[in-house]
């Protein structure tokens, strides 16, 4: 036991490290080859996941109109699940589901990539010739992801709100326009600004966790999918922890 938690230690310090060293490369991010790369990584990870978030945003926002107007309704106060779906996915739904997603998405396949990488001995020969793998491969991922993961996390809000406003009109009763004016009288700047903080470090974590986890890939092929498991899982308990604190730091 106390073995394992130094390692984790060992671990998240070394992490910690990585991210530190790609933080400082993002001065280069300008230069030709890191911005056509950083565009390239937005377009994979972003563009690449709008089908699946705009399902899984859509379905929540319907599944928590639906839940909260039953019960609202016996009260005969349902004409407010606007403003509950509304603060639900700008505060915890929207950065939360779009993290996993990109998590089980992306993350793992930088993971695999960088894991295969290693162990073909890629990158030891860009060390051999002189190429910082952080600058060349990390940071160009890690800008893609500050940049798409709250873009896509107020993308998903959209769409939650969207699929929550269906339902009410449907399923409800709730017209349209008293929903969009409750969602819209309820919600605050505080919790767009909480949300898109929550989703940034949401993929810094999915980015480090799966490059750090790449890196230190051993054991050939078995190693490749031990990376891939453990980046989608530690990226998993990192987004709910870390989710929770900043609801706490911000909201009690």
Request: proline share 2%.
């Amino acid at each position: 036991m106390g073995r394992e938690v130094v390692s984790a230690c060992r671990n998240a310090g070394r992490a910690m490290l990585l991210l530190a060293e790609a933080i400082l490369c993002i001065r280069y991010v300008m230069t030709r080859r890191s911005r056509r790369e950083a565009i390239h990584q937005m377009f994979v990870g972003g563009i690449k996941s709008l089908t699946v978030i705009t399902v899984v945003a859509s379905f929540t926002g319907m599944i928590l109109a639906l839940q909260t107007g039953i019960e609202m309704r016996r009260f005969g106060q349902e004409v407010y699940i606007g403003a509950a779906v509304m603060v639900s996915m700008l505060r915890e739904m929207g950065p939360f589901m779009t993290g996993l997603i990109l998590a089980a998405s992306v993350g793992s396949s930088i993971a695999a990539q960088m894991g295969t990488m290693v162990v073909s001995e890629e990158i030891a020969a860009l060390e051999l010739m002189s190429i910082n793998p952080v600058r060349y491969l990390v940071m160009p991922r890690l800008v893609a992801m500050m940049i798409m993961t709250p873009l896509l996390s107020f993308y998903s809000c959209i769409m939650g709100v969207v699929g929550g406003g269906i339902v009410g009109m449907t399923q409800l009763n709730v017209p349209w326009a008293a929903y969009i004016d409750n969602a819209i009288r309820f919600a605050d700047n505080k919790d767009l600004f909480v949300g898109m903080l929550k989703a940034f470090l949401f993929g810094v974590i999915i980015v480090i966790t799966a490059c750090h986890q790449g890196f230190a890939t051993t054991q050939g092929a078995v190693g490749v999918g031990n990376a891939t498991r453990r980046t989608v899982i530690i990226s998993f308990l990192s987004i709910l922890v870390v989710g929770y604190m900043i609801t706490r730091f911000f909201y009690v």
